[in-house]
């Protein structure tokens, strides 16, 4: 017997999609993980998708690494997506992310690196390590805290106001700070994220206007001083204007 007529008229083709409905639907699951991370309810009111439906495209989309869980087990989405991008040379930010870290390294004498968010963590993407000397080390791939740090503070002061307000539960700085880092358009850090450790960060913006990573020295304060943003959140800041222009360019 040929169900196909009425498989139809259970489940009707999306007008403004491709046709393939199981497509058109996992890209709608994507779509929405893009605002950040969801529970299955979350999912569920952001894709108009059935709770099963849903989850079971969540589901299989862990399962081919393209979509992925916070700690809380919210989905997010996944490595893979990042790891496709980076093999297809269309990741324009990590294209252009090594000279220009390259150069705020050496302008500055310090370490230098760019983070995402993902989840419920940042992510080092990209790094430019001082050669000799005392230094802060952070290899790319490393995973750190969203509650502590400069590239913290900056991931977070341009959030929505309910996300903004869920990532200070916990947070080493405040709602008052996250204040001062949007006013001025960079953060700076003492010892939040390790002991003796300072950092300075200023937002990378997508073609939109919205934050998508973080640029930031850091090193020990005996060199950066209590002050860490008058020696280097002016180098700081046009290393991200750098980066901003170029994703501007390719939107």
Not at 115 to 139: F, H, N, W
Not at 209 to 226: C, D, K, L, Q, W
Request: glycine content about 12%.
């Amino acid at each position: 017997m040929d169900t196909a007529p009425l498989d139809a008229a259970l489940d009707p083709p999306d007008r403004a999609g491709s046709g393939v409905g199981v497509l058109d639907k996992a890209a709608t699951v994507l779509g929405a993980l893009e605002a950040g991370p969801c529970s299955l309810a979350q999912l569920v009111a952001a894709t108009g998708l059935a709770r099963p439906t849903a989850h079971r495209l969540a589901v299989a989309l862990e399962h081919h690494r393209l979509v992925g869980r916070d700690l809380q087990g919210r989905f997010i989405l996944g490595p893979r997506l990042g790891e496709l991008a980076a093999a297809a040379g269309e990741d324009r930010l990590l294209a252009a992310a090594g000279p220009v870290l390259n150069a705020l390294r050496d302008h500055t004498g310090e370490s230098a690196q760019l983070y995402r968010r993902q989840g419920d963590a940042r992510v080092c993407v990209a790094a430019a390590e001082r050669p000799i000397g005392l230094r802060d080390s952070i290899p790319v791939g490393s995973t750190l805290t969203m509650l502590a740090g400069s590239a913290a503070q900056v991931l977070l002061a341009w959030e929505e106001p309910d996300r903004l307000h869920r990532g200070l539960h916990g947070a080493r700085f405040s709602a008052t700070t996250l204040s001062g880092v949007r006013r001025r358009g960079w953060a700076q850090s003492l010892s939040e994220r390790e002991p003796g450790v300072a950092s300075v960060s200023a937002p990378v913006r997508g073609p939109s206007g919205r934050v998508v990573a973080a640029v930031s020295v850091s090193g020990p304060i005996e060199r950066f001083t209590r002050q860490p943003g008058r020696q280097h959140a002016g180098a700081v800041v046009a290393a991200a204007g750098q980066l901003t222009a170029v994703l501007r360019a390719g939107g």
